[in-house]
Nanobody
Framework: QVQLVESGGGLVQAGGSLRLSCAASGRFSTYIMGWFRQVSGKEREIVAA????????WYTDSVKGRFTISRDNAKNTVTLQMNDLKGEDTAVYYC??????????????????WGQGTQVTVSS
């Protein structure tokens, strides 16, 4: 069973930065990894994703230029550096792993394993 454990969420003022980390078990280097977020009452949406090697990344338009996803396959970790945070970034953020995909996937249904989530709150 793959376990994903997020850390790094919290409360930050608008314009500030946070760094989310996700520690994974299993065959980490074989997983497509993604960060999703969800606001209560809304669907879970993808924020960023990264290929197995880390050579390819994908971002949703609203975070391009502000967020950076990266991974360290030697340490089984994936991180999401979030800069210039805005109120609309407030959400629970989830780390996810896709075991059956060969390339970056953006739909939640393509991901097989999920972390427990970490709250990010941006105050204005």
């Amino acid at each position: 069973q793959v376990q994903l454990v997020e850390s790094g969420g919290g409360l930050v003022q608008a314009g500030g930065s946070l760094r989310l980390s996700c520690a994974a078990s299993g065959r980490f280097s074989t997983y497509i990894m993604g960060w999703f977020r969800q606001v209560s009452g809304k669907e879970r949406e993808i924020v960023a994703a990264i290929s197995r090697s880390g050579g390819s990344t994908w971002y949703t338009d609203s975070v391009k230029g502000r967020f950076t996803i990266s991974r360290d396959n030697a340490k089984n970790t994936v991180t999401l550096q979030m800069n210039d945070l805005k109120g609309e970034d407030t959400a629970v953020y989830y780390c996810a792993a896709a075991d059956r995909q060969r390339s970056i996937a953006v739909w939640p249904s393509r991901y097989d394993y999920w972390g427990q989530g970490t709250q990010v709150t941006v105050s204005s």
